[in-house]
């Protein structure tokens, strides 16, 4: 039992060492400052609070088989073109993207040194 114990320590600070080592990452702490950035952004924000708006309605008049969700999809489409050419907004998706790779890069360590210890 001691040695479960002794076990189970180790497995806590090496995951804890892996959630700093993530936090303390180039990607994450890029990910945060655009994230700040455009939640201070208030034409970005607008744009996309209105895009998902417009999709809630979309979807519900689809669902009550009302054709004018055609119109708000071709609304949706505009409003999305112009959040995608926003160059506040770019960069955002540049920064996630580097950011999910480096949790994926961690999920994949993660998850071989469990099947290491793990495998039948």
């Known amino acids: 039992m001691v040695t ?3 076990n ?3 497995i806590d600070s090496s995951i804890e060492c892996l959630f ?3 936090n303390n990452s180039k990607e994450y702490k890029e990910y ?6 455009l939640n201070n952004n208030k034409e970005i924000m607008n744009l996309i609070n ?4 417009l999709e809630k309605e979309a979807t519900k008049l689809e669902y009550n088989g009302d054709d004018k969700y055609k119109e708000i999809d071709n609304i949706i489409e ?3 073109k ?11 998706l540049t920064k996630l993207k580097n950011f999910n790779n480096t949790l994926l890069a961690s999920s994949s360590m993660l998850e071989e040194y469990i099947d290491s210890k793990v495998s039948i």
């Open 4 to 6: 479960r114990r002794g």
């Open 8 to 10: 189970s320590k180790v």
């Open 20 to 22: 700093n080592s993530i």
């Open 32 to 37: 945060l400052s655009i994230t700040e950035k």
């Open 50 to 53: 209105e895009i998902k708006t």
């Open 78 to 80: 505009e409003k999305t």
């Open 82 to 92: 112009e959040l995608n050419n926003n160059s506040s907004y770019k960069d955002y």
